[in-house]
Antibody
């Protein structure tokens, strides 16, 4: 059974770079799309980015200038970097697997990232 | 690309049926059958409930059903139970540059 687990610092200073990693266990990363989604406290979900195992990527245009997603299939991990963070980037960050038919069928438990001034 | 529009809250008594709407445009909900629904209990990650408008993944109760008419998708929960109390989000592929959009979310309360 495939499982996802996010990891990374829970506190990031304003203007610095947020870095998170998602570890995929119990299955292969091949032939799947790997994604990041976030949810500010008390608010709704926002799709950030996804990438195919081969390395092709797509980003939410609202975040594209500050976001990078990457994959390391040898470690069964994919990562997210968000540069120049502000308080608006404070959120629960989820990694998820995206189906070719545009639904997220597997989610990690999420990791809360707080941006401090 | 704006979020899909959902009612902020819907409530019902145990055993009743409720329906949550999700309104988009012809560029997303109306144009493609890539609508999905997620259930989120407080403090938990979203759970995948419906895909491609009306399909249920294995393990999801048949009390949950999805449909679509024009630019609006619907999630119906029949035989409402206490554990159905949660937030529900719709989502869709969109032909806009955003590619994917979530709904604003609906809080379901079981009276």
């Amino acid at each position: 059974q495939v499982q996802l687990q996010e990891s990374g610092p829970g506190l990031v200073k304003s203007s610095e770079t947020l870095s998170l990693t998602c570890t995929v266990s119990g299955g292969s990363m091949y032939s799947s799309y790997w994604s990041w989604i976030r949810q500010p406290p008390g608010r709704g979900l926002e799709w950030i980015a996804y990438m195919y195992h081969s390395g092709s990527t797509n980003y939410n245009p609202s975040l594209e200038s500050r976001v990078t997603i990457s994959v390391d299939t040898s470690k069964s991990q994919f990562s997210l970097k968000v540069t120049s963070v502000t308080a608006a980037d404070t959120a629960m960050y989820y990694c998820a697997r995206r189906s070719p038919y545009w639904y997220f069928d597997l989610w990690g438990r999420g990791t809360l990232v707080t941006v401090s001034s | 690309q704006s979020a899909l529009t959902q009612p902020a809250s819907v409530s019902g008594s145990p055993g009743q049926s409720i329906t949550i709407s999700c309104t988009g445009t012809s560029s997303d909900v109306g144009g493609y059958n890539y609508v999905s629904w997620y259930q989120q209990h407080p403090g938990q990650a979203p759970k995948f409930m419906i895909y491609e408008v009306s399909n249920r993944p294995s393990g999801v109760s048949s009390r949950f059903s999805g449909s679509k008419s024009g630019n609006t998708a619907y999630l119906t929960i029949s035989g409402l139970q206490a554990d159905d109390e949660a937030d529900y989000y719709c989502s869709s592929y969109t032909s806009s540059s955003t590619l994917y959009v979530f709904g604003t979310g609906t809080k379901v309360t079981v009276l």
